[in-house]
């Protein structure tokens, strides 16, 4: 009896000591609950200040939430907000040839306008062109991952594509200097335009690694969502590059040399300047100069989605090559004449190529973000968009052609050849927006070679066989122009049936693997 009093003195001491460590486990837990609770309490009150400050237009909401409005606001909104950034910034951009363009046109001569334009401008679309292509597909990455919210994996995209501008580059500056005059020879550059052009072109691809850096890195911000500084920037190089212009061409008399020095010197410029932007952001894009290096993986991801834009725009410049050789064959009057009109044609080239930027972030970041029906109420919206927009530019320049040109140049016979460029093309603009936007589409999710085959089938290799054979037979200017609706109009039919039949995003899918190019 008394070992089982024993027994039961013992447990009841144990139940004791069990309920004492229950009631400390609950003090314990009543303490962090009172501490959640004065958690909440405080981010109630955060909040709380936060919206009086947004009342007050002391600040901006979308600063103080984490909300990513490329993927959850209003699409056509989005788009616009993104769109007049990259127009602006491409004008400005291609103001840089169009102050070269008209100062020397004014101030030496059509033969200094044919060699800053024409084969020159050709040649350089076709090599800087290529790497600027190859580079797209860091944008494509670093927006998908962006929208995915995976930090590390845009890190690496972002050091990766920044090495590759930097040796690009080098390359760049070593081939398009030693190749470029036996391009511009091959040709049929006229004698007169050709030393000239050379001159040009050299200069140009010494300072070409600044171009290269600013396109890669202006793309990791468009990539993220900001493109209002790749804008400013441009402005600012803009304007270096006119003052540069009058001193170097009108004040030292340098001629096409100074068109050149003020090109490269306001480029080199606009690198600096989104470097700068790059190092101090705060955000997962942000730069660091000693972890620039290649990452094998990530930059064959990056190739992998960028080679097929880069052969796209190497068989675009190869079939212009070969539409300037035969307007070369048409006299020096002509070239000066479409030099003069590729100067006007940029305007509605830039207001495409933005939307096609825009659609191709904006379809990325939500591709990432797995949200496919969003993708393709951005795309029809886009489609439209894009549509007035080309409607209202291509009235623009038909009506204002006449008096455009004279900024250009002066010569009667220059102007009149033109001004029949102008009229036969403009009209046809409309035939190209598909293929723009649906390309752009397309590579924000990724699925590059199908456009760009097509594309190469639909625009380069018709392109090329029209001027073979057709031109040939009637030796105009007329048959050589009609190359560019025949190729876009059957280019576009392509896109249609691919989009909606075949492709990522087509409208019979239901859903999709988000960051399918990781």
């Known amino acids: 009896m008394i070992e089982e009093s024993g027994n039961c003195e013992r447990e009841a001491i144990e139940e004791s000591k069990e309920v004492v460590e229950e009631s400390k486990e609950a003090i314990e837990e009543s303490k962090e609950a009172v501490e959640e609770s004065k958690e909440a309490i405080d981010e109630n009150k955060a909040v709380e200040r936060c919206k009086t400050i947004e009342e007050n237009g002391i600040i901006d909401k979308s600063k103080t939430t ?3 409005e490329i993927t959850e606001g209003v699409i056509w909104k989005q788009l616009l907000l993104f769109f007049f ?3 602006f910034g491409t004008f400005f951009q291609q103001l840089y040839n169009a102050a070269d363009a008209m100062i020397l046109g004014r101030f030496v001569g059509k033969e200094a306008l044919s060699a800053a334009g024409g084969s020159t401008g050709t040649v350089i679309n ?8 190859l580079s797209s597909g860091a944008t494509v990455i670093i927006s998908q991952y962006y929208g995915a919210k995976r930090k590390e994996m845009v890190g690496y995209a972002v050091h990766t594509a920044m090495a590759f501008s930097l040796a690009a580059g080098l390359l760049l500056m070593i081939g398009g200097f030693a190749a470029a005059p036996s391009i511009l020879k091959a040709m049929d550059t006229p004698t007169e335009v050709l030393d000239l052009a050379i001159l040009y072109i050299r200069i140009y691809f010494l300072g070409v690694i600044g171009n290269l850096i600013y396109n890669v890195g202006a793309g990791i911000l468009r990539a993220v969502g900001d493109s209002k500084r790749p ?20 004040v030292c008399r340098l001629g096409v040399a100074g068109a050149a020095i003020a090109t490269i010197s ?11 932007v790059l190092m101090k952001t705060g955000d997962m894009h942000r730069l660091e100069l000693r972890k620039i290096r290649f990452d094998k993986r990530m930059f064959h991801r990056i190739i992998r989605i960028g080679f097929p834009a880069g052969l796209q725009s190497v068989m675009y410049s190869l079939s212009n090559i070969i539409i300037q050789s035969a307007i ?8 000066a004449a479409w030099t003069a009109y590729s100067k006007l044609d940029c305007i509605f080239w830039m207001t495409i190529n933005a939307f096609g930027i825009s659609v191709t972030t904006f379809v990325g970041q939500n591709f990432g973000a797995g949200k496919p029906e969003r993708v393709r109420k951005g795309i029809r919206t886009c489609l439209c968009m894009t549509l007035g927009a080309t409607v209202f530019v291509s009235l623009l320049l038909y009506n204002g052609a006449p008096y455009i040109y004279q900024l250009f140049t002066t010569d009667k016979e220059v102007l009149s050849i033109g001004l029949a460029m102008t009229r036969f093309l403009v009209p046809v603009y409309v035939t ?7 390309s752009g589409a397309l590579r924000g999710v990724g699925d590059c070679w199908i456009p760009t085959l ?8 018709i392109r090329v066989l029209w001027i073979m054979f057709a031109v040939p037979v009637k030796p105009d200017i007329y048959t050589i122009m009609f190359s560019y609706p025949l190729t876009w109009t059957v280019t576009s039919v392509l896109f249609v049936g691919y989009y909606a039949l075949f492709s990522k995003i087509s409208p019979r899918k239901t859903k999709f693997e988000p960051t399918a190019s990781a």
């Open 66 to 68: 984490n909300r990513n």
């Open 85 to 87: 950034p990259i127009l």
């Open 126 to 133: 076709l090599l800087v062109g290529f790497f600027v292509g």
């Open 231 to 250: 804008l400013y920037f441009l402005i600012a190089s803009c304007f270096v590059n006119i003052v540069l212009d009058v001193v170097f061409i009108v």
């Open 266 to 276: 306001s480029q080199a410029l606009s690198a600096v300047l989104v470097i700068i």
């Open 328 to 335: 070369n064959a048409q006299g020096t009057d002509t070239v």
């Open 432 to 438: 190209y927006i598909i293929i723009e936007i649906m």
């Open 454 to 461: 097509i594309c190469l089938g639909g625009i380069c290799v």
